[in-house]
């Protein structure tokens, strides 16, 4: 007998093959059949006609890392299908935690990944990943060690390269984080601490993953002007390391580089005919999400958020950054001055006093108080000790698309944790989005295309093991929705709404949420990379 039994379903199976008819058996956790015998006993029946039935979506790309402690529901992702994160991107996680630095390391991740409603409790990245799995969290996570928190671990905030035996530790705890199961290494180039190694250090680093068969995946350092030059970077440290590159969120920032994205998909193609492993991630939106702090020269980031605020507050160092930031910069991307000030939109800010700008652009506030537009930004990161989200319109929607249809690029999120303010749509609505705009109103991508890129791709992408395929055997995580109803309601002036069509989830074989309502099933797991087993309770 079946746990439950999916009748009269559009298959879409994860495979990118056209859908067929079809029903669902699910027994203890994993798919126990598809096919279309329908004389079968189940404890639970459902009729999925006129339905798609296809397996849970994984978000391979997003910064949940705290919210899954905080919000183990996971009520924002479920209501779009997404049974999987990887979290632990860009260099951003909140492991591992050396006490001389957990200040900064706090500092450094919180604009990003929230802060968390409880003690870190942690210190080691294993230590972490326990945590996880003891949270009766209700979607699956796989995570990677993060670069940044890595480095500053070991060598807080300095502008240097490290020591043989700084080296020789981080080579040290990366390796420790792989055996706990994490799926590789991530890296945030265009952040510090991470900003300032060299890529042989990166090289080095990346030697480590390799031997545990992991996969590097980096926010390359230029988005920009540097683009290229940054794709090129690190297709070279994934070829001297011999390990697998996974380019995140590919794009082209800023007007003077739209139309880029062509040449940087070329770079990836040749580098996959001369056998390279090089694949990308894209979200369906043409603006961006980040801190505010990001938009500053890199020199004014370094030594962390004090340093950078008593730059701020010196006349001096303030006009010096302040000039900068009205030029075009060749070291650099400088996207203040590609892109504008009226560009820049504020989503999150904590002062009471101060949450009247969130939705609004730097250049509007600007204009309210009298105040030049980068000087009324570097008062607003004083006023709120640098922990300021923004939102971001510096791409072309052509190259998202373009992106969109590669037959490389898989797609996520980049969801910022966001607990209050106005935060990026993609934080609700990315996965119907897709279906909304890009299958249904574009006609770029057929629907089998666009579950494969949400699916299967991913979940062999980041080593999830038995995931991302409607087959016997796998993980039963499954997505019931209406494809002629599906659609995301989160804008960018009402981000936080749950989307449309989503009718019934299941997460490791357990009903999580059916009609917009969580079931309190808790059965999410972490994927233990190392092992691909599930630590399951």
């Given at each position: 007998?079946?746990?439950?039994?999916?009748?009269?379903?559009?298959i879409?199976?994860?495979?990118?093959?056209?859908?067929?008819?079809?029903?669902?058996?699910?027994?203890?956790?994993?798919?126990?059949?598809?096919?279309?015998?329908?004389?079968?006993?189940?404890k639970?029946?459902i009729?999925?006609?006129?339905?798609?039935?296809?397996?849970?979506?994984?978000?391979?790309?997003?910064?949940?890392?705290?919210?899954?402690l905080?919000?183990?529901?996971?009520?924002?992702?479920?209501?779009?299908?997404?049974?999987?994160?990887?979290?632990?991107?860009?260099?951003?996680?909140?492991?591992?935690?050396?006490?001389?630095?957990?200040?900064?390391?706090?500092?450094?991740?919180?604009?990003?990944?929230?802060?968390?409603?409880?003690?870190?409790?942690?210190?080691?990245?294993?230590?972490?990943?326990?945590?996880?799995?003891?949270?009766?969290?209700?979607?699956?996570?796989?995570?990677?060690?993060?670069?940044?928190?890595?480095?500053?671990?070991?060598?807080?905030?300095?502008?240097?390269?490290?020591?043989?035996?700084?080296?020789?530790?981080?080579?040290?705890?990366?390796?420790?984080?792989?055996?706990?199961?994490?799926?590789?290494?991530?890296?945030?180039?265009?952040?510090?601490?991470?900003?300032?190694?060299?890529?042989?250090?990166?090289?080095?680093?990346?030697?480590?993953?390799?031997?545990?068969?992991?996969?590097?995946?980096?926010?390359?350092?230029?988005?920009?002007?540097?683009?290229?030059?940054?794709?090129?970077?690190?297709?070279?440290?994934?070829?001297?390391?011999?390990?697998?590159?996974?380019?995140?969120?590919?794009?082209?920032?800023?007007?003077?580089?739209?139309?880029?994205?062509?040449?940087?998909?070329?770079?990836?193609?040749?580098?996959?005919?001369?056998?390279?492993?090089?694949?990308?991630?894209?979200?369906?939106?043409?603006a961006?999400?980040?801190?505010?702090?990001?938009?500053?020269?890199?020199?004014?980031?370094?030594?962390?958020?004090?340093?950078?605020?008593?730059?701020?507050?010196?006349?001096?160092?303030?006009?010096?950054?302040?000039?900068?930031?009205?030029?075009?910069?060749?070291?650099?991307?400088?996207?203040?001055?590609?892109?504008?000030?009226?560009?820049?939109?504020?989503?999150?800010?904590?002062?009471?006093?101060?949450?009247?700008?969130?939705?609004?652009?730097?250049a509007s506030?600007?204009?309210?108080?009298?105040?030049?537009?980068?000087?009324?930004?570097?008062?607003?990161l004083?006023?709120?000790?640098?922990?300021?989200?923004?939102?971001?319109?510096?791409?072309?929607?052509?190259?998202?698309?373009?992106?969109?249809?590669?037959?490389?690029?898989?797609?996520?999120?980049?969801?910022l944790?966001?607990?209050?303010?106005?935060?990026?749509?993609?934080?609700?609505?990315?996965?119907?989005?897709?279906?909304?705009?890009?299958?249904?109103q574009?006609?770029?991508?057929?629907?089998?295309?666009?579950?494969?890129?949400?699916t299967?791709?991913?979940?062999?992408?980041?080593?999830?093991?038995?995931?991302?395929?409607?087959?016997?055997?796998?993980?039963?995580?499954?997505?019931?929705?209406?494809?002629?109803?599906?659609?995301?309601?989160?804008?960018?002036?009402?981000p936080?709404?749950?989307?449309?069509?989503?009718?019934?989830?299941?997460v490791?074989?357990?009903?999580?949420?059916?009609?917009?309502?969580?079931?309190?099933?808790?059965?999410?797991?972490?994927?233990?990379?190392?092992?691909?087993?599930m630590l399951?309770?």
């Amino acid at each position: 007998m079946f746990d439950t039994f999916i009748t009269n379903g559009k298959i879409v199976d994860g495979t990118g093959n056209p859908w067929f008819y079809g029903n669902v058996g699910i027994k203890d956790g994993t798919v126990a059949y598809v096919g279309n015998d329908r004389m079968h006993d189940a404890k639970e029946m459902i009729d999925a006609k006129g339905r798609m039935v296809s397996p849970g979506f994984i978000d391979g790309h997003c910064h949940s890392d705290l919210m899954l402690l905080d919000f183990p529901e996971s009520e924002i992702k479920l209501q779009q299908g997404v049974t999987t994160e990887v979290v632990g991107n860009c260099g951003l996680a909140p492991v591992p935690v050396n006490p001389l630095y957990k200040v900064d390391l706090q500092s450094y991740v919180e604009p990003v990944l929230g802060k968390a409603n409880k003690d870190w409790k942690w210190q080691t990245i294993s230590d972490y990943f326990n945590e996880l799995d003891q949270s009766l969290i209700s979607e699956n996570v796989a995570s990677y060690v993060a670069h940044g928190s890595l480095r500053i671990a070991v060598m807080g905030f300095e502008n240097r390269p490290p020591t043989k035996e700084e080296m020789e530790e981080m080579k040290y705890i990366l390796e420790q984080g792989m055996k706990a199961g994490a799926i590789g290494l991530s890296i945030g180039l265009l952040y510090s601490p991470g900003s300032y190694s060299t890529k042989e250090e990166l090289a080095e680093l990346c030697q480590v993953v390799a031997k545990y068969n992991g996969l590097f995946s980096t926010h390359i350092r230029g988005e920009g002007n540097n683009l290229i030059p940054s794709v090129q970077e690190v297709i070279w440290i994934a070829d001297q390391a011999n390990v697998p590159l996974h380019v995140s969120h590919l794009k082209a920032a800023g007007r003077r580089n739209w139309g880029k994205i062509q040449e940087a998909m070329e770079l990836i193609e040749k580098a996959r005919s001369r056998g390279m492993d090089v694949t990308c991630d894209v979200y369906p939106y043409s603006a961006g999400s980040t801190m505010l702090t990001t938009l500053l020269p890199p020199w004014a980031l370094e030594g962390g958020l004090t340093s950078v605020l008593e730059r701020l507050k010196n006349p001096r160092t303030r006009e010096e950054i302040k000039q900068e930031l009205s030029e075009e910069q060749e070291e650099w991307d400088n996207l203040v001055a590609s892109t504008g000030w009226e560009s820049v939109i504020i989503s999150s800010i904590h002062s009471s006093q101060l949450k009247k700008y969130e939705g609004s652009s730097v250049a509007s506030i600007s204009k309210e108080n009298g105040k030049d537009p980068a000087d009324q930004a570097f008062d607003l990161l004083i006023e709120e000790n640098g922990n300021i989200g923004i939102v971001f319109f510096h791409m072309d929607e052509q190259d998202v698309k373009h992106v969109m249809q590669y037959q490389n690029a898989l797609i996520a999120s980049d969801s910022l944790t966001c607990y209050t303010g106005k935060p990026h749509p993609r934080l609700y609505g990315t996965f119907p989005r897709v279906f909304s705009k890009y299958v249904k109103q574009e006609n770029i991508l057929t629907i089998e295309d666009a579950v494969r890129k949400m699916t299967s791709f991913p979940a062999k992408r980041f080593g999830l093991g038995k995931r991302g395929l409607l087959t016997e055997g796998y993980a039963a995580d499954v997505v019931i929705f209406d494809c002629n109803e599906i659609e995301d309601k989160a804008t960018y002036g009402d981000p936080k709404n749950y989307p449309e069509g989503i009718e019934y989830v299941f997460v490791n074989g357990k009903l999580t949420t059916k009609d917009k309502q969580h079931t309190s099933e808790t059965c999410g797991c972490f994927i233990n990379s190392a092992s691909q087993t599930m630590l399951t309770r």
